[in-house]
Protein backbone atom coordinates (compact mmCIF):
# COMPACT_ATOMS: atom_id res chain seq x y z
CA UNK A 1 0.00 0.00 0.00
CA UNK A 2 1.01 3.73 -1.11
CA UNK A 3 2.27 5.57 2.06
CA UNK A 4 0.32 8.03 0.61
CA UNK A 5 -3.20 6.79 0.80
CA UNK A 6 -5.39 6.56 3.37
CA UNK A 7 -7.19 3.65 4.99
CA UNK A 8 -10.29 3.63 6.54
CA UNK A 9 -11.28 1.62 9.70
CA UNK A 10 -14.92 1.19 11.05
CA UNK A 11 -15.03 1.38 15.13
CA UNK A 12 -17.21 -0.33 17.04
CA UNK A 13 -18.67 3.35 17.44
CA UNK A 14 -19.96 2.69 13.93
CA UNK A 15 -17.84 5.63 13.35
CA UNK A 16 -15.57 6.09 10.38
CA UNK A 17 -12.15 7.01 11.68
CA UNK A 18 -9.27 8.66 8.84
CA UNK A 19 -6.42 6.76 9.28
CA UNK A 20 -3.11 7.68 9.79
CA UNK A 21 -0.25 6.50 6.89
CA UNK A 22 2.80 5.48 8.74
CA UNK A 23 3.54 4.30 12.57
CA UNK A 24 6.61 4.40 14.83
CA UNK A 25 6.41 1.43 17.30
CA UNK A 26 9.22 1.44 19.71
CA UNK A 27 9.70 -1.94 21.74
CA UNK A 28 8.58 -3.60 18.55
CA UNK A 29 10.70 -6.97 18.81
CA UNK A 30 8.49 -8.59 21.41
CA UNK A 31 5.25 -8.31 23.17
CA UNK A 32 2.75 -5.95 23.04
CA UNK A 33 4.72 -4.02 20.76
CA UNK A 34 5.08 -6.83 18.25
CA UNK A 35 1.19 -7.47 18.83
CA UNK A 36 0.65 -3.24 17.77
CA UNK A 37 2.97 -3.32 14.71
CA UNK A 38 0.86 -6.28 13.38
CA UNK A 39 -2.67 -5.29 14.33
CA UNK A 40 -1.26 -1.81 12.48
CA UNK A 41 -0.31 -3.84 9.83
CA UNK A 42 -3.34 -5.20 9.49
CA UNK A 43 -4.98 -1.71 9.05
CA UNK A 44 -2.48 -1.19 6.40
CA UNK A 45 -0.38 1.09 8.13
CA UNK A 46 3.88 1.34 7.53
CA UNK A 47 5.92 0.94 9.83
CA UNK A 48 8.87 1.94 11.39
CA UNK A 49 9.19 -0.71 13.90
CA UNK A 50 12.26 -0.21 16.80
CA UNK A 51 14.42 -1.94 19.78
CA UNK A 52 17.51 -3.62 20.70
CA UNK A 53 17.53 -6.89 18.87
CA UNK A 54 17.59 -6.40 14.70
CA UNK A 55 16.98 -9.77 14.22
CA UNK A 56 13.74 -10.21 16.40
CA UNK A 57 12.64 -6.81 14.98
CA UNK A 58 13.10 -8.26 11.35
CA UNK A 59 11.13 -11.56 12.70
CA UNK A 60 7.85 -9.34 13.38
CA UNK A 61 8.72 -7.48 10.11
CA UNK A 62 7.67 -10.61 8.45
CA UNK A 63 4.79 -11.07 10.20
CA UNK A 64 3.24 -7.88 9.09
CA UNK A 65 1.85 -8.28 6.06
CA UNK A 66 0.81 -6.08 2.82
CA UNK A 67 2.66 -2.85 4.10
CA UNK A 68 6.33 -1.43 4.12
CA UNK A 69 8.21 -2.10 7.34
CA UNK A 70 11.36 -0.04 8.00
CA UNK A 71 13.52 -1.21 10.85
CA UNK A 72 15.75 1.09 13.40
CA UNK A 73 18.10 -0.72 15.75
CA UNK A 74 18.00 1.85 18.58
CA UNK A 75 18.89 1.56 22.77
CA UNK A 76 16.00 4.58 24.08
CA UNK A 77 17.63 3.50 27.32
CA UNK A 78 20.67 5.56 26.43
CA UNK A 79 20.59 9.48 26.74
CA UNK A 80 20.03 11.10 23.22
CA UNK A 81 18.78 7.74 21.48
CA UNK A 82 15.12 9.03 20.77
CA UNK A 83 16.42 12.45 19.20
CA UNK A 84 18.96 9.82 16.95
CA UNK A 85 15.50 7.33 16.55
CA UNK A 86 13.30 10.28 15.58
CA UNK A 87 15.35 11.69 12.66
CA UNK A 88 16.12 8.41 11.33
CA UNK A 89 12.09 7.39 11.38
CA UNK A 90 11.26 10.72 9.97
CA UNK A 91 14.03 10.13 7.10
CA UNK A 92 12.14 8.61 4.80
CA UNK A 93 8.75 10.46 5.59
CA UNK A 94 6.84 11.83 8.20
CA UNK A 95 5.41 9.68 11.07
CA UNK A 96 1.77 10.02 11.66
CA UNK A 97 1.14 7.33 14.41
CA UNK A 98 3.77 7.05 17.12
CA UNK A 99 3.49 4.10 19.71
CA UNK A 100 5.28 4.78 22.94
CA UNK A 101 5.51 1.06 24.03
CA UNK A 102 9.55 0.41 25.32
CA UNK A 103 10.06 -0.05 28.97
CA UNK A 104 10.97 -2.52 31.29
CA UNK A 105 10.28 -3.02 34.81
CA UNK A 106 12.01 -5.22 38.30
CA UNK A 107 10.29 -6.87 40.78
CA UNK A 108 12.89 -6.50 43.86
CA UNK A 109 13.36 -4.28 46.49
CA UNK A 110 15.16 -0.84 46.00
CA UNK A 111 18.06 -1.12 47.45
CA UNK A 112 18.74 -4.39 45.54
CA UNK A 113 18.95 -3.20 42.36
CA UNK A 114 22.30 -1.53 40.70
CA UNK A 115 21.98 1.95 40.33
CA UNK A 116 22.66 1.88 37.02
CA UNK A 117 19.88 -0.25 36.29
CA UNK A 118 17.36 2.18 37.97
CA UNK A 119 19.10 5.05 35.59
CA UNK A 120 18.31 2.70 32.67
CA UNK A 121 14.12 2.81 33.88
CA UNK A 122 14.08 6.30 34.32
CA UNK A 123 15.77 6.85 30.94
CA UNK A 124 13.63 4.43 28.82
CA UNK A 125 10.04 4.65 30.52
CA UNK A 126 10.35 8.33 31.15
CA UNK A 127 13.03 10.44 29.62
CA UNK A 128 13.00 8.98 26.37
CA UNK A 129 9.24 8.65 25.94
CA UNK A 130 8.61 12.49 26.95
CA UNK A 131 11.27 13.13 23.91
CA UNK A 132 9.60 11.27 21.20
CA UNK A 133 6.73 12.86 22.55
CA UNK A 134 7.85 16.01 22.06
CA UNK A 135 9.24 15.38 18.88
CA UNK A 136 5.69 14.10 17.35
CA UNK A 137 4.12 17.14 18.84
CA UNK A 138 6.47 19.65 17.20
CA UNK A 139 5.92 17.96 13.39
CA UNK A 140 2.28 17.79 14.44
CA UNK A 141 0.88 21.10 16.73
CA UNK A 142 0.14 23.27 13.13
CA UNK A 143 -1.06 19.98 11.14
CA UNK A 144 -4.39 19.50 9.89
CA UNK A 145 -4.22 15.71 8.97
CA UNK A 146 -4.86 13.52 12.17
CA UNK A 147 -2.13 12.15 14.15
CA UNK A 148 -2.05 9.46 16.95
CA UNK A 149 -0.04 9.26 20.31
CA UNK A 150 -0.23 6.25 22.07
CA UNK A 151 1.59 5.69 25.56
CA UNK A 152 1.66 2.40 27.11
CA UNK A 153 1.64 2.65 31.14
CA UNK A 154 0.03 0.12 33.65
CA UNK A 155 -2.72 -0.53 36.08
CA UNK A 156 1.06 -0.28 38.51
CA UNK A 157 -0.25 3.37 37.51
CA UNK A 158 -3.22 3.47 39.76
CA UNK A 159 -1.14 2.75 43.34
CA UNK A 160 2.43 2.71 44.57
CA UNK A 161 3.63 -1.00 43.88
CA UNK A 162 6.06 -2.48 46.69
CA UNK A 163 9.01 -4.24 45.26
CA UNK A 164 8.10 -2.45 42.11
CA UNK A 165 8.98 1.21 42.94
CA UNK A 166 10.30 2.43 40.28
CA UNK A 167 8.28 0.94 37.55
CA UNK A 168 4.90 1.70 38.97
CA UNK A 169 6.60 5.41 39.72
CA UNK A 170 7.53 5.60 35.64
CA UNK A 171 4.05 4.09 34.74
CA UNK A 172 1.96 6.95 37.01
CA UNK A 173 4.04 9.30 35.49
CA UNK A 174 3.43 8.09 31.76
CA UNK A 175 -0.35 7.96 32.98
CA UNK A 176 -0.89 11.60 34.03
CA UNK A 177 1.70 13.21 31.08
CA UNK A 178 -0.40 11.53 28.54
CA UNK A 179 -3.86 12.28 30.15
CA UNK A 180 -2.70 16.34 30.41
CA UNK A 181 -1.77 16.09 26.82
CA UNK A 182 -4.35 14.99 25.76
CA UNK A 183 -6.40 17.45 27.37
CA UNK A 184 -3.95 19.96 25.82
CA UNK A 185 -4.63 18.88 22.27
CA UNK A 186 -8.60 18.02 22.53
CA UNK A 187 -10.07 19.82 19.79
CA UNK A 188 -7.01 19.20 17.90
CA UNK A 189 -6.24 17.01 14.73
CA UNK A 190 -3.60 15.80 17.22
CA UNK A 191 -4.56 12.79 19.77
CA UNK A 192 -2.95 11.72 22.98
CA UNK A 193 -4.46 8.29 24.07
CA UNK A 194 -2.87 6.18 27.59
CA UNK A 195 -3.53 2.32 27.83
CA UNK A 196 -2.91 0.95 30.98
CA UNK A 197 -2.88 -2.86 30.72
CA UNK A 198 -2.60 -5.23 34.03
CA UNK A 199 -0.47 -8.28 33.63
CA UNK A 200 -0.16 -9.30 30.19
CA UNK A 201 1.34 -12.70 28.62
CA UNK A 202 4.91 -11.72 27.34
CA UNK A 203 8.68 -12.33 28.85
CA UNK A 204 8.29 -9.15 30.96
CA UNK A 205 7.35 -11.27 33.99
CA UNK A 206 10.28 -13.51 33.63
CA UNK A 207 12.68 -10.49 32.87
CA UNK A 208 11.43 -8.42 35.86
CA UNK A 209 11.71 -11.11 38.36
CA UNK A 210 8.35 -11.36 38.86
CA UNK A 211 6.22 -14.48 38.29
CA UNK A 212 4.99 -15.73 42.23
CA UNK A 213 1.62 -14.03 41.77
CA UNK A 214 -1.70 -14.57 43.70
CA UNK A 215 -4.84 -16.06 41.38
CA UNK A 216 -6.22 -12.55 41.45
CA UNK A 217 -3.27 -11.55 38.97
CA UNK A 218 -3.21 -14.50 36.95
CA UNK A 219 -6.86 -14.67 36.29
CA UNK A 220 -6.87 -11.06 34.73
CA UNK A 221 -3.80 -11.77 32.64
CA UNK A 222 -4.28 -10.89 28.76
CA UNK A 223 -2.66 -11.77 25.67
CA UNK A 224 -0.70 -9.25 24.07
CA UNK A 225 -2.57 -10.04 20.79
CA UNK A 226 -6.04 -8.37 23.03
CA UNK A 227 -4.31 -6.09 24.52
CA UNK A 228 -2.94 -4.67 21.47
CA UNK A 229 -6.26 -4.64 19.49
CA UNK A 230 -7.74 -2.62 22.55
CA UNK A 231 -4.89 -0.20 22.10
CA UNK A 232 -4.97 0.58 19.07
CA UNK A 233 -9.12 1.23 19.00
CA UNK A 234 -9.10 3.06 21.40
CA UNK A 235 -6.03 5.36 20.07
CA UNK A 236 -7.84 5.70 16.79
CA UNK A 237 -11.60 6.28 18.62
CA UNK A 238 -9.52 9.19 20.11
CA UNK A 239 -10.08 8.12 23.99
CA UNK A 240 -7.89 9.64 27.10
CA UNK A 241 -7.14 6.29 29.03
CA UNK A 242 -8.52 3.05 28.96
CA UNK A 243 -7.67 -0.34 31.07
CA UNK A 244 -8.06 -3.54 29.21
CA UNK A 245 -10.02 -6.37 30.59
CA UNK A 246 -12.98 -6.60 32.86
CA UNK A 247 -11.17 -7.65 36.01
CA UNK A 248 -8.67 -4.86 35.51
CA UNK A 249 -11.11 -2.28 35.10
CA UNK A 250 -12.92 -3.40 38.05
CA UNK A 251 -9.87 -3.23 40.18
CA UNK A 252 -8.25 0.35 39.07
CA UNK A 253 -11.91 2.09 39.17
CA UNK A 254 -12.39 -0.20 43.20
CA UNK A 255 -9.03 1.04 44.00
CA UNK A 256 -9.96 4.91 44.84
CA UNK A 257 -12.03 3.48 47.73
CA UNK A 258 -8.96 2.31 49.46
CA UNK A 259 -6.62 4.08 51.54
CA UNK A 260 -3.08 4.61 49.76
CA UNK A 261 -1.80 2.82 52.59
CA UNK A 262 -4.06 -0.12 52.22
CA UNK A 263 -4.36 -0.14 48.46
CA UNK A 264 -0.30 -0.73 48.56
CA UNK A 265 -0.49 -3.38 50.70
CA UNK A 266 -3.13 -4.97 48.65
CA UNK A 267 -0.51 -4.74 45.97
CA UNK A 268 1.91 -6.55 47.79
CA UNK A 269 -0.79 -9.79 48.28
CA UNK A 270 -1.68 -9.87 44.55
CA UNK A 271 2.11 -9.89 43.51
CA UNK A 272 3.73 -12.20 45.39
CA UNK A 273 7.24 -12.82 46.24
CA UNK A 274 10.07 -12.19 43.97
CA UNK A 275 12.24 -15.02 43.00
CA UNK A 276 15.18 -15.79 43.77
CA UNK A 277 17.74 -14.58 40.86
CA UNK A 278 17.21 -10.76 39.09
CA UNK A 279 17.64 -12.33 35.81
CA UNK A 280 19.24 -9.92 33.12
CA UNK A 281 16.75 -7.53 31.27
CA UNK A 282 16.30 -8.65 27.59
CA UNK A 283 16.58 -6.09 24.65
CA UNK A 284 13.13 -5.19 23.59
Known amino acids: MSTHESVEANMSTNTTVKMAKRALVTGASS ?3 AAIARELAALG ?3 VLTARRRAALEAVAASCKGVKVEIVTADLGKPDAAHALWAAATASGPIDILINNAGFGYFRRFDEVDWARDAELVQLNMTSLV ?3 RCFVDAH ?3 TTPAHMLNIASTGAYQSVPNMALYAA ?3 FVRNFSEALHDEYRGTPLS ?5 PGGTETAFHAASGGGDYSWIANASTKSAEFVAHAAVRAMLAGKRTVVPGLFNQLSTFGVRF ?3 RVASKVATQVLGKPRLALPVRSAT
Open 141 to 143: RAG
Open 258 to 260: LSR
Open 131 to 133: ALA
Open 192 to 196: VTCIC
Open 31 to 33: GIG
Open 170 to 172: SKA
Open 45 to 47: IDL
